[in-house]
């Protein structure tokens, strides 16, 4: 979901984990209703920019937490390992960096076995190998991915599909390829060239993607 500040990407994926009622319309996640039914929540994790931590618990004493939380059979050492924490068991919550809170987040969502993954700006206030980082943990994740992002290089190199929402509206979707070639009849631009999914974005909403007001 591409948009910028303010258009509504935190509260659709507050919809879609049940934490907000939708006023009109209705919600269904794996042909569930969020707010009446959990049966479902298993199934689902998110990472936000700022990601809830306990402080006072270790990398370990955290997943192992969550582990029985969820009830669910997990090595946590591997966890840490494969999201690049190795070595950071024994410190605490409140000693990682901003990166390092964002890799505890995804081990997380991996000792669930997430099925559909929302990540709300999870590279906000990064630095750039924090960012490579989270890059390298979405292509790796083996199950769907909602990614709401007001970058349009981030979701012109990730994406498979793109959202553009704009004033609590989806105006247009499809992949990047196509939204290029509906909105701008060219081609994808590279990345390094002139930014394809900028001109989309103000083909369709009208403005630019970076002079809307913060959230």
């Not at 920019?49 to 009830?71: C, I, K, M, N, V």
Request: with cysteine; net charge neutral.
């Amino acid at each position: 979901m591409l948009g910028a500040n303010g258009a509504g990407k935190s509260t659709l994926q507050k919809l879609i984990r049940g934490s907000l009622r939708p006023s009109s319309g209705s919600v269904r996640v794996f042909g569930q209703d969020p707010c009446s039914d959990s049966s479902w929540r298993a199934r689902l994790a998110w990472i936000t920019d700022l990601p809830a931590l306990h402080p006072r618990l270790t990398l370990l004493e955290s997943l192992r937490f969550y582990a029985g939380l969820y009830g669910v059979q997990a090595d946590p050492l591997d966890l840490l390992d494969r999201v690049g924490l190795s070595g950071l068991e024994k410190r605490y919550g409140a000693q990682l960096s901003r990166g390092q809170q964002q890799r505890l987040a995804w081990a997380r969502a991996l000792l669930v076995r997430a099925e559909l993954l929302l990540l709300d700006e999870p590279t906000n206030g990064l630095d750039v190998l924090g960012r490579e980082e989270i890059y390298r943990l979405i292509r790796d994740f083996k199950g769907a991915i909602l990614l709401s992002t007001h970058d349009m290089r981030e979701a012109q190199e990730l994406a498979g599909r793109v959202g553009i929402l704009h004033q609590g509206r989806l105006l247009a979707e499809g992949t990047p390829a196509e939204l290029c070639a509906q909105y701008l009849n060219q081609e994808l631009g590279d990345l390094a060239q002139q930014a394809s999914l900028e001109r989309v974005y103000r083909a369709v909403a009208g403005r630019s993607l970076y002079c809307a007001s913060e959230e």
